[in-house]
């Protein structure tokens, strides 16, 4: 049956770890898997704008025998003249899976229910779960402990805009992986309440938990991994969310929340503001490890796909 990956809880606890361990025997043999030989394409629409999820892609799925096709928005019928489904229809009979971003979670599910190949979420107003494949490989490849998958029981502590892509896919990916996730963030801006209930019903399934604070400096305590996001999200307005006045301003990542972790490594999805969401002293500074995650959103995919295509 097609499987896609919509939202981080579309892989179940068992699959996660099997997506990232396929994830770093391809970083260590990088060449190694050509499931997409022929070659084959990979539609990979951007209805918004993009560097590292449209880089890994067109390098991932060239790295695995296959022929990126990106589509920037405005260039194909897609959201124009054309259905949802019509497209769908269109592309399964000729490519090898569909990767969208794009505005609404429900256009995704859309096309996914009309697809008979892999359609992956790049990235939605909803969730990011290809980035969380990323951050999770990161996290267990520094601080990864015996447990199976290497991530349960890690505390992962996100400060905030608690009610964006990325805060919700923490909460269901770090849920998935049974870790410890805490959510610091403005009231107002807290998650969705069907994401958080999702994400806590899983957490129970793995031991791990989900909670949500106004108070910044409880989360950083004794967590081994401090993560944040921009302010103002693609499609978002910035007025009342940038700046000095930004509700954001208590959570920002910075020496002083770095001190009351447990020496954590500090991960940030980029691109990323410094000053505001984060400090340039912590974001460039020895516990960040930026770098490892941008790199892996290619290792990370490549796992992917690579699992998706198997399972067809
Ligand atoms: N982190 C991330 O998705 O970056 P891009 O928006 O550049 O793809
Ligand atoms: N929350 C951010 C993530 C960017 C990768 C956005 O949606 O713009």
Redesign the pocket.
């Known amino acids: 049956m097609t499987r896609h990956f919509l939202r981080d809880d579309d892989l179940a606890p068992g699959e996660l770890i099997e997506v990232l361990d396929l994830a770093a025997e391809l970083k260590a043999d990088r060449f190694s898997a050509k499931p997409l030989a022929g070659p084959q394409t990979v539609a990979v629409f951007f209805d918004?704008t993009?560097t590292?999820?449209r880089i890994s892609f067109a390098t991932g799925i060239a790295d695995l025998g296959g022929s990126p096709l990106i589509i920037d928005s405005g260039a194909s019928q897609l959201g124009h003249k054309e259905s949802i489904a019509d497209t769908a229809h269109v592309l399964e009979r000729q490519v090898a899976a569909i990767v969208w971003r794009t505005y609404a979670q429900s256009g995704l599910e859309e096309m996914a229910d009309n697809s008979s190949v892999p359609v992956v979420n790049a990235?939605s107003?909803d969730f990011?779960p290809c980035?969380l494949l990323a951050d999770l490989l990161t996290i267990r490849e520094h601080r990864g402990n015996d447990s199976a998958g290497g991530l349960a029981g890690l505390t992962l502590s996100y400060f905030g805009?608690g009610a964006?892509?990325?805060a919700h896919s923490y909460a269901l990916a770090g849920a998935n992986a049974g870790m410890h996730v805490r959510i610091a963030a403005p009231e107002g801006y807290h998650p969705d309440a069907g994401i958080l209930a999702d994400a806590e019903d899983l957490a129970a399934r793995t031991g791990g938990s989900v909670s949500v604070t106004t108070d910044p400096a409880s989360a950083a305590s004794g967590a081994d991994a401090l993560v944040t996001?921009?302010w103002?999200?693609?499609?978002?307005d910035s007025a009342g969310r940038a700046g000095g006045e930004s509700p954001f301003a208590p959570y920002q990542v910075n020496a002083a929340r770095l001190a009351e972790s447990a020496d954590a490594i500090v991960l940030h999805?980029?691109?990323a503001y410094r000053g505001s969401e984060i400090t340039a002293d912590v974001l460039d500074g020895p516990n960040s490890v930026i770098w490892d995650e941008a790199e892996n959103r290619l290792h990370a995919q490549k796992g992917l796909l690579a699992w998706l295509l198997a399972k067809r």
């Open positions: 918004k993009s590292r999820t990235l107003d990011h980035q805009d964006n892509n990325m996001d921009t103002v999200s693609m499609g978002q999805c980029l691109p």
